[in-house]
Every structure is written in C-alpha cells, then in structure tokens.
C-alpha cells in the first residue's frame, strides 16, 4: 500500500472509503510512513536491475527454444540479437520521444498501461505455429516469431533503464546518473552468464520460461511503484517537470551537434559489429559450441559496466596501444593460413582482442557523454548505433558478401574512427592510427584475394558459408580432390579420377561405423534416411533397387553437391532430397521403414543438440524398420556426444554400440559413429561387434530431452 500512496493522509483517507466500519480499529496500524521520505534508489536501482537482468535472461531462453526449428545453426543466435537491439532502438527512441514530447505524469501512466498490457504475453514460450516449412526466409521468420513472442515485454524492459534514470536525472540532478547505467549493464552481464551456469544445466525449459515470467511480473510491479515515486515521492514537484524547466534545473550544457551523435552513433555501431562478426567467426569458423555465444556478448557488456561506472577503467595510454597490437594482429589472422585450424590462438586472439576494441570504442563513448540533462538523446544514439552494426552484420553482410568478410572491414573502419576521434591528440597519434588502418587495409585486401583466388564456388547464406577447391594429385592415388568445406570443418570431399572417384571417403570408410553398417545391411534393396546432405558421399553406397532419401535444411548445399561433385548423379540408388530441418520434416511424414538412418547434420564441429534429444530419438523410432539401424556421426574436436545418446537408447530399451575407426590409409578420416537398434541381432554381427568399444559412462548424465541438457558434463 504504502508503494503507491504518497502519504499517510492519503492512506488514512483511503481506509475510511474502502472500510468505514473497521476504521477506528485499523487507524493505529497504519505506519507512518511517506513516499518522500523514502531513499530514491530503493526504487529506482532494483527496478533497473531487475529490467536488465530479465532483459538478457530472455535472449538465451527464447533462442534455445527456436533454436531446433532452424536447424541448430549459429546464426539463428546472430539473428537473435539484431532482433533484440532493434527492440533495444524502439524502447530508447520511446524513452527519448516521450521524456521530450509529453509531462512526466503522462509518460508515467502510460508507461504503467503498458506494463499492465504486457502481462498478456505471459508465459513467453514461442508457438510451435511458428515452425518453419522449408521455403520461409529463416531471418524474417524468426524476427516475426520473435515479435509475436516477447515483443511487446522485451520493448518495455528495454526502454525501462533509459527511462528510470531520466526519471532520476530530472528529480536529483547532483545525482550520478551514469552509474545507474553501469549497473544495468553489470545485471544485464549476471543475467547472461547466469543462463549456462546456474540455470541451464538444471532447469527445464518449461520452468525456465515460467520463472522468467514470474520474475517479468515482479518488474512490472517495481516500474510501476519507481513510476509513482517519481510523481509522488521525494524530488517530486506538484506539477509535472516539463522539458523547459528541466533545462534550466539540471545543466546549460548547449545541445549536441550533429556531429557529436554522429560520433556517438558511429563508435556504438562498431562496437555492435565487432561483437557479432566475433560471435559469427569464433562459433561457424573455429567452433560451434553453444556456450562461445554467451562469451563474447558478455564481455561486451562488461566493457559498457567498466566503461560508464567511473573514468578510472578507460585509460588511453593503455588502451590506444593495446588497441592498434590487435587490431593489427587480429586483422593478420583472418588471413593466416598457417594457424586457422589452431583454436587455442584463435579463440584467445579474438575473444580477448574484441573486448579490447570495445573498450576502446566504449571508453571514448563514456568519455564523451552529456550531461544528465540530454541522457535520453544519448542513450538513443547509442542504442541507433547498436541496431546499425547490428543489422549490417545479421541482415545485410551475409546477403553481400560470399564469406566473412564484415570482421575484416570492420577493424579497418575501427582504425579510421580512431583517427576521427584522436584528431586533437596530435600528429604523432594520428599518424599511428593511419598507419594501423592501413595494415589492416592490407591484411583485409589479402584475406579477400586468398578466399576469392583459392576456391572454385565461394558462397554464403544463412546456414553456412561453402567453399569448394581442388587439391594436387597425390601419390597414393595419382589423383586430387575436391573438397567441401563449411568454415573450418570438411563436409565433404571426391577423388576426381577413377577408380577412387565413386569410393566414399572422409568420415565413411569400411571401417567406420557407417561402413559397417552398410556391409550388414548390403542384400536386398535398402530404403536409407540421410540427415544432412554434404557433399551426397552416403550415395556412393547406393546400389541398384536402394531408395536414398536426403534430408537438408541449406538450399546453397543441395546446389554444390549436384553441381560440384557427381556422387549423387553416379550413385545407382534412386534419391530424393527433403528441404527442410530433417526433424520438423519427419514428424510431417508418415513411417518411411528405413533400414537405415544416419544422422550427420554437422553444425560447424557439433550435431545440433535437436536431433540427440528423446524426442528426436522418437521421432526417428517411428520411420525405423523394426530390424534397422541408426548411426549417430558423433566425430567431433570438443564434446563427448557418445554418452548421451546411448543413456537415450537405454531409455527407450534399444541396444547401442560405439565404434571408433582410425584409417592409416590418407582418403580416410578417423570417426566415431554410434549405432542404435531394436533388434541385438543386427549389432551382435560379428562385422559390427568386432570394431565395438565400450564406453565409460558419465555420472548422474541424465536423459536428454528438448527441455534439458548439459553440455558441460561432456566437454572433452
């Protein structure tokens, strides 16, 4: 009560309206208490901590929702996050347009029907309505998916930081505004880092999704309590503040320039970029590993904390030197051959070199805000650049450029920034800072010249960027290849003479567990599933009477394997392509009989963790033949993917089998496959038996399912 009554003569009056009879009795227990004397940052902190900390809570939880129905590709996090900055852009242009347009009494009760309208979106789980067909525009679908979804919740927490502290800013002018704004960010940061720690590993995503939304409730209920504070408690005046007189109460700074937001605009959008085009090349081009999403976005947050809590973390004499090194170094890298399959300098180099660029473009952001008394217009810059960065980098560079060529460009328009910022630190400074753009110039140049001059198709979409070359004969064979390759992982690989032309190679040796499979199942006609395409290397087992069925999400994929390698047209098996996630396609077709299903959808270095769920284990279950088999390509760098799948057989009383192959012949790569099945005969064959190693379970694994799993208990 005493939340939303400014005083105790309201409260009393109030009582003898609502209980006439009981009043006498109740007058002694109403404390006395008072809006105005109540500290301001019991509302106005909590409430900003709060909103921040939802606000990127939700960013994890609604992406690992959606994230089957798109195939588990990394971009649909990239997509995610244009997504919210765009949002970010609207909730601060409200602020900005309301605090400027309308009395502060106005914007307070609107902004609380807003609040109260919002709570129609709860719980926030995305409508399996949404699902994708195959023929949508995965981006534009997921930005309407995630409209129809949070929108109108995100909105408001997003535009709740910028208003409370204008709210602050206006009532307590001596007040440290900014620092309210480094405590937004240090909860959007704990809110982030949060999810895969604490919340990930051991709670469902249905829990997940009501928790969050009980905890959007009580923000609603705090913004609206900080809203009446800012009318009715201590700084408040009678009437509304208008613009005019906040102007001459809090600052006779003059307006910024055009220029100056410019420069605003400018150094956030870079920020923005590199944050993206860092997330895009360390989770598609060195690997893709779920919780490398989080990281960057963390330590761009903590480069906002660092930056506006106080002058003493951005230093210039550190951080201008610290800047050009990587700059420099990380633009070599992009075109250094010698180290791109080498994670352990990848990772740290431009992890740790894009939080240094941010907290140069940050820190001359934080060096040059304005006075409280303008902090909307800022911060609707600020935001205006982050939607900027991000969407060229989400939107348009991957429709524009045939690789990732956006991290490149944008380290080269760092260093010109620099120069535009640093142009009053002398000739010296801004000689360096020419010097370092041009290095970069150079290394960009170099990189393009290699990726463009290297391969024979170069091309780029939202699932992938494909790239094909052809290699030198080699002595073994007396012929080269061709080769398939999706960021630094191979799909895909053909001899280019016979005989070795029809053999399939790479991961499907004899050996293998695929191999192995395929000799079992080799009488008769064989009806076979293929999830993920590649290169089509699985046709090469194709005989006269097999029914091959192909299951790929990339349309670019399904172009290079009929185009640029012959195993589909050479194959004598009749085959057929499902556009499409293979999973949301198979629960549309009706029991197919399979006598094998293998399932290699390679997302960069991992299978999407949608087809190695129980569900997904149930889906295939209904197309398998009663004597067929699965095989599980589970090949991979960083995560165990064994344990989980064989703990999902053990759930659904199937038997399982681990084969592990290392060819000493150079057409074959090693391998791990798992194989699963109803029927014990199939994988007691001696031809599968004796290349079957056990494997040492994990503890208290758990089941996983779409609601639930744990990758950190499978890190290699």
């Not at 990239?78 to 997504?83: D, R």
């Not at 963390?298 to 230093?315: E, K």
């Amino acid at each position: 009560m005493a939340g939303i009554i400014a005083d105790r003569a309201s409260l009393a009056n109030l009582c003898k309206m609502t209980m006439p009879a009981t009043w006498p009795a109740c007058a002694a227990l109403i404390p006395r208490i008072s809006l105005r004397r109540m500290p301001p940052m019991l509302f106005y902190a909590p409430t900003i901590f709060i909103s921040a900390f939802l606000l990127f809570l939700i960013q994890p939880i609604i992406a690992k929702q959606i994230l089957p129905w798109f195939g588990g590709s990394a971009s649909v996090w990239t997509t995610a996050l244009v997504f919210f900055q765009v949002m970010l852009l609207a909730g601060y242009a409200y602020c900005d347009a309301t605090t400027r347009l309308v009395g502060r009494r106005v914007q307070a009760y609107v902004h609380i029907g807003l609040l109260i309208v919002s709570l129609v979106f709860l719980p926030v789980m995305a409508n399996p309505a949404w699902k994708p067909l195959g023929d949508e525009n995965p981006s534009w679908q997921i930005i309407g998916l995630l409209l129809v979804t949070i929108g109108l919740p995100f909105f408001l927490l997003s535009s709740t930081g910028p208003m409370v502290q204008s709210w602050f800013a206006q009532s307590f002018a001596k007040g440290r505004v900014y620092r309210l704004f480094a405590l937004s960010n240090l909860a959007s940061l704990l809110g982030l880092v949060s999810y895969p720690f604490a919340i990930e590993p051991w709670i469902t995503m249905q829990h997940q999704v009501w928790i969050w939304s009980a905890g959007y409730a009580v923000f609603a209920v705090a913004c609206a309590s900080a809203a009446l504070y800012g009318l009715y408690g201590a700084g408040a005046t009678a009437e509304p503040v208008t613009p005019q007189r906040d102007e001459v109460i809090l600052s006779p700074e003059a307006p910024p320039t055009i220029g100056r937001m410019a420069t605003w605009v400018l150094l956030a959008a870079l920020g923005s970029l590199l944050l993206l085009a860092t997330t895009n090349h360390i989770t598609r081009d060195i690997a893709s590993i779920p919780f490398l999403w989080i990281l960057p976005l963390s330590l761009y947050l903590l480069t906002f904390v660092l930056c506006f809590d106080s002058d003493f973390w951005y230093r210039r004499w550190l951080f201008l030197p610290l800047t050009a090194l990587f700059l420099v170094a990380c633009a070599w890298g992009l075109q250094a051959s010698s180290i791109t399959y080498n994670v352990r300098i990848l990772l740290p180099l431009y992890v740790v070199g894009m939080f240094v660029l941010c907290m140069f473009a940050h820190g001359e952001l934080a060096q040059d805000r304005p006075a409280p008394k303008y902090l909307t217009r800022f911060y609707l810059m600020v935001s205006l650049g982050g939607a900027v960065g991000g969407l060229f980098v989400g939107l348009i560079a991957p429709y524009i450029f045939p690789d990732n060529f956006e991290t490149g460009l944008g380290y080269v328009v760092l260093a010109a920034a620099a120069i535009w910022v640093l142009c009053k630190e002398g000739v010296v400074v801004m000689g360096a800072a020419a010097g370092v753009m041009v290095a970069c110039g150079v290394f960009y140049g170099m990189q393009i010249n290699a990726e463009v001059a290297g391969n024979r198709v170069l091309m780029r979409n939202f699932y992938a960027t494909l790239q094909t070359h052809d290699t030198t004969p080699d002595q073994a064979t007396g012929s080269g290849t061709r080769v398939l390759i999706d960021g630094v992982i191979i799909h895909g690989e053909q001899y280019l003479q016979e005989p070795w032309r029809s053999r399939p190679v790479t991961y499907y040796g004899v050996n293998s567990g695929v191999g192995r499979v395929m000799d079992v199942k080799r009488e008769g006609p064989r009806k076979v599933a293929v999830v993920g395409l590649g290169a089509g290397t699985m046709a090469a087992f194709g005989k006269e009477g097999d029914q091959y069925r192909f299951y790929e999400i990339n349309p670019q994929m399904v172009w290079v394997a009929e185009n640029e390698f012959s195993y589909l047209k050479d194959s004598k098996a009749t085959s057929t392509i499902a556009m499409g996630d293979a999973r949301l396609s198979l629960e549309r077709e009706e029991g197919n009989n399979f006598d094998v299903m293998v399932i290699d959808a390679f997302s960069s270095d991992s299978v999407p963790m949608h087809l190695m769920s129980a569900e997904a284990m149930e889906v295939f279950l209904k197309h398998l033949a009663p004597d067929g088999v699965i095989v599980f390509n589970v090949t991979n760098r960083y995560l165990n993917l064994t344990p989980p799948i064989q703990l999902i057989a053990k759930e659904y009383g199937l038997v399982s089998a681990y084969i592990s192959d290392e060819p000493t012949d150079r057409i074959h790569y090693d391998s791990e496959f798992v194989l699963v099945s109803r029927d014990p005969a199939v994988l007691g064959d001696t031809r599968i038996a004796s290349g079957a190693t056990p494997v040492e379970e994990i503890p208290k694994l758990g089941v996983w399912t779409d609601n639930y799993n744990n990758l950190f208990r499978i890190l290699r």
